[in-house]
Structures are given as structure tokens and as C-alpha cells.
């Protein structure tokens, strides 16, 4: 008979466990989960729908502020997700994104401008230099807009929102984008709109 290991003993946690954990990591802030290191407990049937929404065993999460939370100790390593306390790491499913970017407001004209962008769960930020967007196209060319919320993690710009980003598009070295905080991001190739 096979001695059983530590790691066969690991239990994954409940999200309501690591919904304690994670209120406990973050008193004082957003919680540090790239300074965590613990270890990894399995995977958690927790996923995130495109749209943003969470789910929990095939469940949506009702309750924003549980939502918020969990959206506060979210981490990607490399291309898995993982919600990480300082003592248990998860594996989640991500559809697409972990966020989605719902609105912007705009402050300022031209190469000037700033775009001030607030997230599903509340998250807002000024993209530039540290919040990049970009722009991904399948293999169809539908266009899906992303902005760097914080660390690796995107949000998905919703449609009206990117639409908007659209309308104060500039053309600038072949390239048709938008500016924000003296950061030109570029949506496409100025040649792709002309034909």
C-alpha cells in the first residue's frame, strides 16, 4: 500500500474559508497577494463569467461585498487564476477576464486627456503608464478592449465604453487610438479604416 503523501491530505477550502482569510489579509488595504507565498490547496469551483459575474459551485454570488472581496486577493500567474490568502492558495476559472470595466469619465483635451475608468467592483484608476489598454482581435476581427486594472489583472471594456473610446479616437503614426494620461494606446492600424 502507498504511503499517503501531505499533498493527498489537502483538503480545499471552502470560499467561505477563504472568504475569512482574505477579510483577515486585508485590514489596512488591498491585500499584498503578490508578497504571498502559501501553499496551493486544489481547485475551487469558482468561476467568472465573461460579464463579470462570479459564480460558486454553478451558483451565481448574490452578495457585491463577497464578490469585492474575493475580487481583492484574486492573482494570475502566468495564465491561471488563483485567489491567494496568506495561507491557502486556490485555483478559479476566468472566461476572459477577472473584471470588467463599466464606465470611464474623461478630464482634460487632446494629448492631455485622462481617462478615469471604475470597474465592476469598484475598482477606479486613471489608464496610462500603469493601466494600459490594448486591444485583442479573433480570428473573425471582433475586437475585445482591455485595461490594466492592477498587477496582471485586466478588465474587459464593455461595449458602450469602448464605443465611446472610439468616438475620441486620433490617428497618430499609422496607428487610430486613444490618449490617456500622456499615454497614446493604440486600437488599430489607420489603413484597416480606410478600406
Known sequence: ?????????????????????????????????????????????????????????????????????????????????????????????VDDAPFVALDFNVTEEAEDQKLHFETHVGDTFVAGPEHSI??????????SPYVLVRRNLEALIDRKSFYRLVDLGVHRDGWFGVWSDGEFFPIIRSEALET
Do not use: H
Not at 489579509?25 to 501553499?39: F, L, Q, S
Not at 454553478?58 to 492573482?75: A, C, N, Q, W, Y
Not at 490594448?134 to 475586437?143: L, N, Q, W
Open 134 to 143: 490594448r486591444v485583442a482581435y479573433d480570428d473573425d476581427g471582433e475586437p
Open 1 to 93: 500500500m502507498a504511503k499517503e503523501t501531505d499533498a493527498q491530505k489537502v483538503e480545499v477550502p471552502s470560499a467561505e474559508s477563504i472568504a475569512a482569510a482574505a477579510q483577515e489579509g486585508a485590514k489596512g488595504g488591498m491585500p499584498p497577494v503578490d508578497k504571498w507565498n502559501p501553499p496551493f490547496c486544489g481547485d475551487l469551483d469558482m468561476r467568472i463569467a465573461r460579464d463579470g459575474t462570479w459564480f460558486y459551485l454553478g451558483t451565481p454570488i448574490g452578495r457585491p461585498g463577497l464578490v469585492k472581496l474575493f475580487s481583492s486577493i484574486i492573482r494570475k500567474d502566468g495564465d491561471d487564476y488563483f485567489l491567494v490568502t496568506p495561507v491557502e492558495k486556490v485555483g478559479i476559472t
